[in-house]
Nanobody, 115 residues
Framework: QVHVVESGGGLVQAGGSLRLSCQPLEPSFSFNAMGWYRQAPGKPRELVATLSGGGVTNYADSVKGRFTISRDNAKVYLQMNSLKPEDTAVYYC???????????WGQGTQVTVSS
């Protein structure tokens, strides 16, 4: 079992920025596929951004140009700029050894954007 730990959520005004981070608790866990997802109340979980081991990124249309996913060794980041109230959600980090491997999810971190 791999435990994924997220941090960095909070309350911010519209137009502000936050940076989320996640990492596996187990230092021996190596991953080559990673992503951030979010779930707003009453809505299904949706993809926000993914990053492959080869450096290919993919973003939801709603966050393109505002969010950036990146990796620094065992940490994965989501830099969120120009936040909007509709970005309010619980954000989840997902890590996989390979693209088709098992998914490991964090517990989620709340992001609230006030208008």
């Amino acid at each position: 079992q791999v435990h994924v730990v997220e941090s960095g959520g909070g309350l911010v005004q519209a137009g502000g920025s936050l940076r989320l981070s996640c990492q596996p608790l187990e230092p021996s866990f190596s991953f080559n596929a990673m992503g951030w997802y979010r779930q707003a109340p009453g809505k299904p979980r949706e993809l926000v951004a993914t990053l492959s081991g080869g450096g290919v990124t993919n973003y939801a249309d709603s966050v393109k140009g505002r969010f950036t996913i990146s990796r620094d060794n065992a940490k994965v980041y989501l830099q969120m700029n120009s936040l909007k109230p509709e970005d309010t959600a619980v954000y989840y980090c997902n890590l996989k050894r390979t693209y088709y491997g098992n998914s490991y999810w964090g517990q989620g971190t709340q992001v609230t954007v006030s208008s």
